[in-house]
């Protein structure tokens, strides 16, 4: 029949709050039933009995349990006593959690909220909070609660029923049976899962070590075979040359001992015995047997030779009567000296100048010509270039014609020699020649030489009219000039300058004189009154350059002029290289050469420094203080000695500018 919980529970005061049971009974996990709190009086084996209840001292409380419906098989209801208050519980230890995903708890059916026994506990709805599935591991169980029956004052021991099927079957569906020996099983359950994990990694790493370990041999086998090939090429390469230098030392031993044989032979040789005792055995042999051609030819052909043995035959008979034909020709035999002779070349050592026949040649050449162009200048141009360009389309399909006559004989001196109208002039001038009686009538080979020494001529002067006409453009052009100008100021100044690193006295104006540079340097210009090769110029001073300083770089110039003389010879001349230039001063001031800043005020003309800002040296921030920022100025006193020796020489100390 059906029955209600209230009245249930109103029967005695000993009820419990179902609530407060079944939160308990609900907050508590699968983990929480492992430990159960013992007392001391308790054995190791029986769980912590239970106190009996006193339901005098329990308060009344007021069941508070919602509308719960329950089956029961008896019409009469007996007394229910009322449950013990379990005991406080401990925090359970933490336990982790299992390494399988939880399945799904099934939903609680009907008829777990009826109660076949009136005496059993009652008992909340289960807890719908996901717990761990029934598996392999035995796990624990939720600790039945005591029996309502128990005696006031007494104990109860209560045990820890082995798992089983029926006890499974007959608790809620959550909970399952726990004992110690299923803790030790499920402990070691759940280490076997890392074990063989480990393991497996072992296996793997122990399987990918040994490839790696494979491969490392390999490999290593592989390059030791590939050293061992280069090494062999090395050892190859190295027994060749080992085997070169064998040989090399071999024909060096040979020829330094042929070289001892000679030079011990040219030394007895030298001896006055030995020189008597060859003259004789000459004369005999010629008497008796007659000259040997192939001696005489081997050294007609080689007079000086360029060996070693030749060179020393040559020092120790200097005169030159061919005694050391003997020795050339014994030395021939020997194949090593011979290979020596043909790898160096003979050097006679004296100067080389060209035939005397060559030389008298071109000096008739310009003889001839002279005569016939009767002292005109010879590089002046008389042709133009269209009556060449008309010739040579002319001399192109006539090979007989003339670009002038006898009476009126020109060669074009812009064309050089290989043009047509000099090749039809070379005709006119043998013409010339005949006409004049110069050569008598000559045949086509002495013909042929005349032409040839007269264009080799012609291309002499067409060289001299190049010159000149570079001449002429660069000095019309004005970049050109001023090249030419700022060279002649850099040698101006690179040989002072060497003048005062030649004296120890003047070595205390080098500093100053570098801060000058070639900036600071009068400019000059050719005079056109003279003609070359007496070429002299004239001096352009600068306009900011005080007077004290010129008379200073004067002396230098003095200085320079005076190491470049020479007495040695019959008359006055100067050493070897260019001459001195000739500079002339005419007291000529250049107003566009630019001024050096920074200079010691004395450096200036103090009559440019007030035009430029009057009043300067008050200070102020003109042009002087602000660009050309003159310093303090230093003495300019030349050495002594050296002012002296020029006095000696006749060099005037100059007082003028530069």
Not at 323 to 333: F, L
């Amino acid at each position: 029949m059906e029955m209600r919980l209230p009245a249930l529970f109103s029967l005695s005061t000993n009820t419990v709050d179902v609530d407060r049971s079944s939160d308990s009974d609900s907050s508590r996990t699968m983990d929480s039933y492992d430990s159960v709190p013992q007392s001391p009086d308790a054995g190791e084996d029986d769980p912590m009995p239970l106190a009996p209840l006193n339901p005098q001292t329990m308060p009344q409380m007021a069941p508070q349990v919602p509308q719960t419906h329950f089956h029961t098989q008896s019409p009469h209801l007996p007394q229910t006593p009322p449950p013990q208050t379990p005991p406080p519980q401990t925090p359970p230890p933490q336990t982790p959690p299992p390494q399988t995903p939880p399945p799904q708890t099934p939903p609680p059916r009907s008829e777990d909220f009826q109660m076949d026994d009136i005496n059993a506990t009652p008992r909340a709805p289960p807890d719908m909070t996901p717990r761990a599935p029934p598996g392999p591991r035995n796990q624990p169980i939720m600790q039945q609660p005591p029996s309502p029956t128990i005696q006031k004052g007494k104990r109860r021991r209560v045990h820890d029923p082995e798992p089983g099927p029926s006890q499974s079957n007959d608790k809620t569906p959550g909970a399952q049976p726990t004992s110690h020996t299923g803790a030790q099983s499920n402990t070691q359950s759940n280490s076997q899962g890392p074990v063989d994990y480990l393991q497996a990694l072992l296996n793997h790493q122990t399987k990918t070590m040994g490839e790696l370990y494979h491969h490392l041999q390999n490999s290593t086998a592989e390059i030791l075979r590939k050293q061992d090939q280069v090494l062999q090429k090395q050892d190859h390469k190295i027994d060749k040359v080992v085997s070169h230098l064998a040989q090399n030392t071999e024909i060096l031993g040979r020829i330094g001992e042929t070289l001892d044989m000679l030079s011990a032979k040219s030394k007895h040789k030298g001896s006055p015995g030995h020189q008597d005792e060859g003259d004789s055995q000459r004369h005999g042999s010629g008497s008796n047997q007659g000259p040997q051609p192939s001696n005489d030819r081997d050294s007609a052909a080689k007079p000086s030779d360029g060996g070693a043995a030749g060179s020393a035959t040559n020092r120790n008979n200097g005169n030159g009567d061919g005694e050391d034909g003997d020795d050339e020709g014994d030395s021939n035999d020997n194949p090593f000296f011979r290979y020596a002779r043909k790898k160096q070349p003979a050097r006679s050592g004296g100067v080389k100048h060209r035939p005397a026949e060559e030389l008298k040649i071109k000096e008739t050449m310009r003889k001839w010509l002279n005569e016939i162009m009767e002292g005109q200048d010879q590089l002046k141009e008389t042709v133009s270039q269209d009556e060449a360009d008309e010739f040579t389309l002319l001399f192109k399909t006539n090979p007989l014609a003339r670009p002038c006559s006898v009476d009126d004989f020109r060669y074009w001196i812009a064309g050089g020699p290989k043009s047509a109208w000099n090749k039809g002039a070379s005709y006119v001038f043998v013409e010339i020649l005949e006409k004049r009686k110069l050569i008598a009538t000559p045949d086509v080979q002495t013909r042929d030489g005349i032409r040839e020494a007269f264009l080799l001529r012609l291309k002499t002067l067409h060289a001299s009219w190049m010159e000149r006409q570079k001449m002429q453009e660069d000095n019309k052009n004005p970049r050109s000039l001023f090249s030419k100008r700022w060279q002649r100021k850099n040698t101006l100044f690179h040989r002072r300058r060497e003048v005062i690193i030649t004296f120890h006295s003047l070595e205390s104006f080098l500093l100053f004189f570098d801060e000058l540079g070639v900036a600071g340097m009068s400019s000059d210009e050719e005079d056109p009154g003279m003609k070359k090769p007496q070429v002299q110029y004239i001096i352009k001073g600068p306009k900011w350059r005080s007077v004290e300083l010129m008379n200073l770089l004067r002396l230098l110039d003095y200085c320079h002029l005076e190491g470049r003389c020479t007495t040695e010879a019959t008359r006055f001349g100067y050493t070897r290289g260019a001459p001195p230039r000739i500079r002339i001063d005419r007291n000529d001031r250049s107003s566009k050469t630019k001024y050096v800043s920074g200079l010691p005020a004395n450096f200036y003309d103090a009559q440019w420094l007030e035009e430029q800002e009057p009043g300067w040296a008050k200070g102020g921030s003109g042009f002087v203080n602000e660009f050309v920022r003159p310093r303090k100025p230093i003495k300019l006193i030349f050495p002594a000695d050296l002012l002296k020796t020029l006095k000696d020489r006749g060099y005037p100390r100059a007082q003028g500018p530069e």
